[in-house]
């Protein structure tokens, strides 16, 4: 099956992993759809450590670190995500589209509970 990787825990063929690929695109279309901005930063805009995605949604910064279920961040990865969460953007890890347009309904909560934008909330 194109996009997913056997997954073999103690020699038992259990569901397939998604690849990392199959998750990155499945979070840039659900944010897209959604109306955020996406831009991506791996390939020519990318280096070392930073999120694979920076977006914009209701005129908040975001920087989404993609992981496939079980996939860990590396410590230069933690640490920008660290200084975007300093300087007042929103900066996470997503492991599904789903975790993704949560992050985004968290926003749109906080404006309506708020009345307001408050930067610098991680979500």
């Known amino acids: 099956m194109a996009g997913v990787a056997p997954h073999v825990n103690d020699g038992i063929r259990s ?51 993609v992981k496939r279920p079980g996939g860990r961040t590396t410590e230069l990865q933690e640490v920008w995500l660290a200084r975007i969460r300093a300087a007042g953007g929103i900066a996470f890890v997503a492991r599904s589209a789903y975790e993704a347009v949560e992050a985004l309904k968290l926003i749109t909560e906080e404006e309506q509970n708020d009345g307001h934008r408050t930067a610098g909330r991680p979500v």
């Open 15 to 65: 569901a397939p992993m998604p690849r990392e690929e199959t998750v990155r695109r499945a979070i840039r279309e659900a944010l897209t759809a959604r109306g955020a901005a996406v831009i991506s930063t791996t390939g020519a805009y990318g280096g070392a450590g930073l999120p694979d995605y920076i977006a914009c949604y209701r005129g908040r910064f975001l920087a989404i670190e």
